[in-house]
């Protein structure tokens, strides 16, 4: 998986979350470069 986004809507960033709590293997994401941060959605 590979998400290189500038950020977006709350309704998308929710369904992302959804696929990944109902995946049938563990997701696991890694943030990069140092100081970076995987948090931005706008309503």
Do not use: C, K, N
């Given at each position: 998986?590979?998400?290189d986004?500038?950020?977006g809507l709350d309704?998308?960033?929710r369904s992302i979350?959804?696929?990944?709590?109902d995946?049938?293997?563990?997701?696991?994401a890694y943030?990069?470069?140092s100081g970076a941060r995987a948090a931005?959605?706008?309503?």
């Open positions: 998986m590979r998400l986004t500038p950020g309704v998308s960033m979350i959804r696929d990944f709590l995946a049938r293997v563990l997701v696991v943030v990069s470069p931005s959605a706008e309503r």
